[in-house]
């Protein structure tokens, strides 16, 4: 049976069907699967918990290209109250895909229900500050009218979206020098106002999303990244080194 992003795909604009065709051909050329180059890792790390966030990319009203986040709830353990990707760790029923954990993870944070969503790229992973191998899974939305967001109350406080572009700006934008792992390098924070609600999106989820920016946009961001340069950290028996 044909999908709803299948069918959907029929009405899509000439844009977002050569954007999917560009990242489809990402996917193929470009993604390893092996490098987190973008945080700065040249090695690949023994086995790691693995987690994929949902980078769902979707045309506006204004035909601008959008993508979709949350604000997570206030209770969790961690990041609470912070905005993110939909997304998080990999769960033996996805059998090693990328995709399903992304699209499984979104489909119970805010009810996006997978057939909904197209995935066209795998991009370069991250590692996070708790060490977890983050998969950037980029998807189409083809009819936002399908979507009806139905946040998890225990795991999100609210579902918006925002324009992809201004990861790429320097407008709305600040950054702090912090060090991690021996290294400095800037942390930055993209302020965003959209309704009656301030969100600032920063850390990883704001890293991601300028390298996403940059892959779609085909240029590189307006400001300096300053990325650090050191080497994957190997695990040996539990313990981490450098």
């Given at each position: ?25 990402y ?68 059998k ?29 992973p ?16 083809w ?18 979206d ?12 600040r ?41 779609v ?26």
């Open positions: 049976m044909e999908s709803a992003a299948a069918k959907s795909i029929s009405t899509a604009s000439s844009r977002l069907l050569a954007l999917a065709q560009q990242l489809r051909l996917k193929a050329e470009e993604s390893t699967g092996k490098l987190i180059s973008h945080v700065g890792f040249h090695k690949p790390i023994s086995p790691a918990k693995k987690a994929a966030v949902l980078i769902c990319l979707f045309e506006g009203d204004d035909g601008d290209l959008r993508v979709i986040l949350t604000k997570r709830a206030s209770g969790l353990s961690t990041h609470s109250g912070e905005v993110s990707l939909p997304g998080g760790k990999a769960e033996e029923g996805d090693d895909d990328d995709g399903v954990t992304a699209t499984r993870e979104a489909e119970e944070e805010i009810g996006l229900h997978p057939s909904l969503v197209d995935v066209v790229a795998f991009l370069e991250f590692l996070s500050q708790h060490l977890l191998r983050v998969t950037p899974v980029v998807g189409i939305l009819d936002r009218k399908a979507f009806n967001p139905t946040p998890n109350p225990a795991e999100v406080e609210a579902v918006f925002a324009p992809l572009e201004m990861f790429l700006k320097d407008e709305n934008r950054s702090e020098e912090i060090e991690w792992n021996g290294k400095r390098h800037l942390l930055h924070f993209f302020d965003y106002n959209t309704g009656d609600k301030d969100y600032v999106i920063w850390g990883l989820t704001a890293r991601i999303l300028i390298r996403v920016a940059s892959v946009y085909q240029r590189p961001p307006a400001f300096i990244e300053r990325i650090p340069d050191f080497k994957y950290p190997r695990m040996v028996g539990g313990h981490i080194f450098a």
